[in-house]
């Protein structure tokens, strides 16, 4: 059974850190990219930051020096490690599996920054 399971959301002050965790299981395709988008209230989901093994990692420009993706230890794991939270950066954040025949998203952890 695929599954693609976030943890890690929480709340906290601005200026802070946080970081999640994603776990990709019951895949047996290659994956070409992992990441992370996030929708706030009212508003559309975006791009945070991807991770592929071909192009590196890639970042929205909000995010740029503060967070930063990462592998995990485990295979098909990835970690976004976020600091100097604002509260602007309060969503839901998703984890997104880019396969080469689908895409898979989890079902999201709530982040909260409080100013």
């Known amino acids: 059974q695929v599954q693609v399971v976030e943890s890690g959301g929480g709340l906290v002050q601005a200026g802070e850190s946080l970081r999640l965790s994603c776990a990709a299981s019951?895949?047996?395709?290659?994956?070409?990219?992992m990441g992370w988008y996030r929708q706030a209230p009212g508003k559309q989901r975006e791009l945070v930051a991807t991770?592929?093994?071909?192009?590196?990692?890639n970042y929205d420009d909000s995010v740029k020096g503060r967070f930063t993706i990462s592998r995990g230890h485990v295979k098909n794991t990835v970690q976004l490690q976020m600091d100097r939270l604002k509260p602007e950066d309060t969503a839901d954040y998703y984890c997104?599996?880019?396969?080469?025949?689908?895409?898979?998203w989890g079902q999201g952890t709530q982040v909260t920054v409080s100013s």
């Open positions: 997104h599996v880019e396969l080469d025949t689908t895409v898979l």
């Open positions: 019951g895949i047996i395709e290659t994956i070409k990219y």
């Open positions: 991770l592929s093994a071909q192009d590196g990692t």
